[in-house]
């Protein structure tokens, strides 16, 4: 029987045990008022864990997070600052190894924390914002408590929620969690002029959220008959829709529908995806399925890096001693667009950081390989479009200096020269 409280009402201890492993929803789907519990009543229960993939927050602070351990696949969004504090264990995974490792008790999960929508007529809930790796956390789980809030879309999906499989459910009507749109600037539009050149009438996209992602979605508003079929994505789905480009015709399967791991934005997003049929929240043994991506043509995909090196191969992870990001479904995608009968995968960076006194394009990453160099497609800096696809190792460096920033080209060529020489 499900057991039914409020915030103010919500005693964990009477639910968690000594040790136990928690996995929450995550992103714009994180359920902030048992994160909130947890951060207040933790201490008292002892030796927690908690796994959450990326978090937006702003809640998990290494003084917030001292009651428990916390991992993740990645620094995203906010857990860069535990990354920085030493107080993140990071897990290198791709985002649809997540749910089977929970099934099999790799990512341990004895208590599920999710956010749902109120029921419907059937008594069945949605996981509303994401949908990932959540119906594997409630079949592993021990517990399952759900924060059902009153301003949770519903959102159509793989799976619902029965009321019957929640044990205690924790009632509140707050706003989830919002990501504003990034600023887009000079650098952001200059690449995502390049991009748009590879999106043709037809074209179905996976890209994620930021600055280089909306700046593309802007400039594809003549497109006709765009689809989606990515991992996560902002308002800019919107813009789309509203546009008149967005109607998933062309696709051979989901034919009308976009396909969505997780929705990351503001409001506006959120009510758009309510109770719409266009959209279809998929776990990531879908959105991120090699099987399923061999049945769309033209797909386009657009992910980002910290670094590529002159032969392709991509650091999205760590730039020295620091982690910035994560291997999140990046080489899913980059093979699927790359394979794609029409389509294209594109990698995106700006050519400098810090103010233009630090190359992207390097000679050695800094960091570890996120995607080989076998699987890379095309790379694009402010510069231009480097395609990789099918060349020899000389031939891509020539083409991966022409897009460097002119200051780092005279010793990037000298480096290139000598992958030519040797012939790698």
Not at 10 to 15: C, M, R, V
Not at 220 to 230: E, N, P, T, Y
Not at 247 to 256: E, F, Q
Request: proline content about 4%.
């Amino acid at each position: 029987m499900t057991v039914e409280t409020d915030a103010a009402g919500l005693d964990l201890g009477q639910y968690l045990r000594h040790g136990d492993r928690i996995v929450m929803g995550q992103a714009c789907g994180e359920p902030a008022t048992l994160v909130e519990a947890l951060i207040a009543q933790g201490a008292g229960i002892g030796d927690l864990s908690a796994f959450i993939a990326t978090s937006f927050s702003g809640r998990f602070t290494p003084e917030t997070s001292d009651s428990f351990a916390l991992s993740s696949m990645g620094a995203i969004g906010v857990l860069r600052t535990m990354a920085a504090a030493h107080k993140l264990g990071i897990i290198p995974c791709h985002v649809g190894q997540i749910g089977p490792m929970i099934a099999d008790g790799i990512i341990g999960c004895d208590v599920a924390f999710v956010q749902v929508s109120p029921a419907d007529a059937d008594g069945n809930h949605s996981f509303g914002l994401i949908a990932d790796h959540l119906r594997d956390m409630v079949a592993k789980a021990r517990v399952v408590i759900a924060e059902v809030n009153d301003q949770m879309p519903f959102v159509y999906g793989d799976s619902l929620l029965a009321g019957s499989d929640i044990d205690v459910a924790v009632h509140v009507a707050r706003p989830p969690v919002e990501v504003a749109p990034a600023k887009i600037g000079p650098t952001d539009e200059a690449i995502a002029r390049h991009i748009a050149g590879y999106i043709e009438d037809g074209s179905v996209l996976q890209t994620g959220v930021g600055a280089v992602p909306d700046a593309v979605l802007r400039l594809i508003g003549d497109r006709k008959d765009l689809g989606v079929h990515s991992g996560m994505l902002g308002d800019g789905l919107v813009d789309l829709a509203e546009a008149g480009v967005l109607t998933n015709a062309r696709k051979p399967i989901d034919t009308g529908v976009s396909i969505n791991g997780a929705l990351i934005g503001t409001k506006r997003l959120y009510d758009f995806a309510h109770r719409n049929p266009a959209i279809r929240m998929c776990s990531a043994d879908y959105t991120h399925s090699a099987a399923v991506h061999a049945l769309i043509p033209q797909m386009v995909t657009i992910n980002s890096a910290l670094e590529v090196d002159l032969t392709g191969q991509v650091n999205a992870e760590q730039s020295g001693s620091s982690y910035f990001g994560g291997t999140g479904g990046q080489v899913d995608y980059v093979r699927a667009g790359a394979r794609s009968p029409g389509g294209r995968s594109i990698m995106a960076l700006a050519a400098t950081a810090k103010g233009g006194t630090i190359s992207k394009i390097v000679t050695a990453l800094s960091g570890p390989v996120t995607t080989a160099r076998s699987e890379v497609d095309v790379v694009v800096t402010e510069y231009g479009a480097a395609e990789l696809k099918g060349r020899s190792l000389a031939e891509r460096a020539k083409r991966m200096v022409a897009i460097a920033h002119p200051d780092f080209r005279e010793e990037l060529d000298r480096a290139a020269f000598d992958i030519a020489r040797r012939g790698f």
